[in-house]
């Protein structure tokens, strides 16, 4: 099967400091600004979107302007950070800064309370993007996710540990480009 080109793009700023997971929040226009300037230049065949605001609003526009096939896609969400979803980073740093270093260091192991299982966060994203390559085999698709989801999409990609997120630059509105075979599957980081 011939690899589609997937490119993850980040949502831009939302202005939050904390780890937002399922939150629901529309961008600044700093990151309508970040997201538009990103795409300058660049060309696909299609979008897939988290279906949350900070990245279908924007993903709907660019669908829209360039008349471009949209899907949205709930397996691309963020992570579900549970009891943490909210809480401000410092907050969590100074209040359960060891368990935030075990959740960092190994993700599987040492989810925040209340979280989404790892392993089905995994599975998600990857039937995703198996999906996606599956309906535009050899083309370029921009999938418009969340920091987490790039994270974890690139360990599986390079076959990299999971303890190894934390160290993946995964800035607002930057771009990451993948081919993807969809021979992937969950399990194979």
């Keep these: ?3 589609t080109a997937i490119e993850l793009l980040r949502h831009g700023d939302t202005g939050q400091r904390s780890y937002r997971g399922r939150l629901d929040d529309p ?8 997201l538009r300037a990103a795409v300058v230049g660049r060309d696909w065949d ?3 979107s ?4 900070r990245c279908a609003e924007f993903a709907r526009e660019l669908a829209q302007v360039r008349a471009l096939p949209l899907r949205l896609d709930a397996r691309l969400a ?10 401000p980073i410092e907050t969590l740093a100074t209040e359960q800064g060891e368990a935030l270093g075990r959740f960092w260091a190994d ?3 040492h989810p925040p309370p209340g979280a989404e299982p790892f392993a089905a966060f995994q599975s998600r994203l990857v ?3 198996d999906e996606a390559a599956a309906a535009w085999p050899a083309r370029r698709v921009l999938v418009v996710t969340h920091g987490g989801a790039i994270r974890l999409l690139r360990c599986v990609h390079e076959g990299r540990g999971f303890g190894d997120m934390a160290g993946i630059d995964v800035a607002h509105a930057s771009l990451h480009a993948l081919q993807w075979s969809g021979a992937h599957r969950a399990g194979s980081a």
């Design 1 to 3: 099967m011939s690899a």
């Design 46 to 48: 299609a979008i897939v």
């Design 127 to 129: 039937a995703a993007l």
């Design 78 to 87: 963020e992570y579900d950070f549970g009891d943490w979803q909210g809480v």
């Design 107 to 109: 993700p599987v192991a």
């Design 50 to 53: 988290s279906p949350l605001r």
């Design 27 to 34: 961008l600044l226009e700093l990151g309508w600004t970040q």
